[in-house]
């Protein structure tokens, strides 16, 4: 399987390249809004995944590829969490020796109260941790971590590392209706952000389907206590509207399973993207049938809307 992807469209970082190091679910999270359902098992331990070599030649190759503009970003990201591949900073120096297109790292945070994951991921421009709660219950309820992993931790990392980073930080906040959309978790946090001191703060809503059936987004007089309490500086992220590109038409089903391993997709925008790219309304028709009968993929419905997820080859 190709560690690279795309470029795709994303909420925050344009048309980014992503750059997947980690297998299917492999995280030491296993949060309950998880688009790629749930982590089984949880891991903690920091190894190459996939050679280095190989990862650095698929973005090469990538690069080659396109032409100047059609990236914004190169995105580590994807199927788990790329802190524990133990080549990230190596990756990420190479990669901008290859280009001046800024690297972007998706992270959950949770190792950097390690000096050394630290001085790897300052090589990166922008850095995207995960902090959806500051008190160790709800942290635990959301985030249901590797056991030896606790929130006071994570802070104090994400702390340390701001006083390293010449980079970005762009904090994100995954807001759940009932869990941390109340003012005593929300004060909290607010508290842990002000030591953190992200250039920005993302609140994030459950868009996709989420791991656990019963997670929701927040109503409207959560989001709005949350925008209050988070110092007026927090921003709620949007949903894309970028064009989905599903590349040669022989590939299109390849392209939406790839994509699907990444995080579902609306049946509604794979559709607009077939009547764009396919040859043909027929093809349309016979692609979408295709996805139906692959095992691979599976239909469902979140929040009134119709998606499709990948199913894990296990």
Known sequence: ???????????????????????????????????????????NTRRDFYPPAAILA??????????????????????????????????IRDIKRLSAIPVAVITNGSLLFEAEVRAELAAADVVLPSLNAADPETFRRINRPWPLLNVASIIDGLVAFREIFSGQIW?????????????????????????????QIHLNL??????????????????????????????????????????????????????????????AKIVEALRHQAASPVQ?????????ADRRARRLTYENEVFWEYLDDD
């Not at 894309?240 to 995080?263: F, K, W």
């Not at 349309?284 to 139906?292: K, S």
């Open 284 to 292: 349309t028709v016979q692609i979408m049938a295709a996805l139906a």
């Open 58 to 91: 698929e973005v090469e190759a990538a690069l080659a590829a396109h032409s100047p503009g059609e990236i914004d970003y190169i995105t580590f990201a994807g199927q788990g969490e790329p802190l524990l591949c133990a080549s990230l900073g190596q990756l």
């Open 206 to 267: 459950p868009v996709r389907p989420p791991a656990e059936t019963w997670v929701a987004p927040p109503d409207e007089a959560g989001l709005r206590r949350a925008l209050a309490l988070l110092d007026g500086l927090a921003t709620v992220v949007q949903p894309t509207e970028m064009e989905l590109l599903l590349g040669q038409h022989e590939s299109m089903l390849q392209t939406v399973i790839e994509i699907l391993r990444r995080h579902p997709l609306s049946e």
């Open 1 to 43: 399987m190709s560690t690279v992807y795309g470029p795709l469209p994303s909420r925050r970082l344009g048309q980014s390249l992503g750059v997947d190091p980690i297998p299917f679910k492999t995280c030491n999270f296993n949060c309950v809004y998880c688009q790629l359902g749930r982590t089984k098992p949880l891991t």
């Open 171 to 199: 904090l994100e906040v995954m807001l759940i209706k009932g869990l941390n959309d109340t003012e005593p978790v929300l004060t909290t946090l607010a508290q842990a952000i002000r030591r953190i001191r992200p250039d």
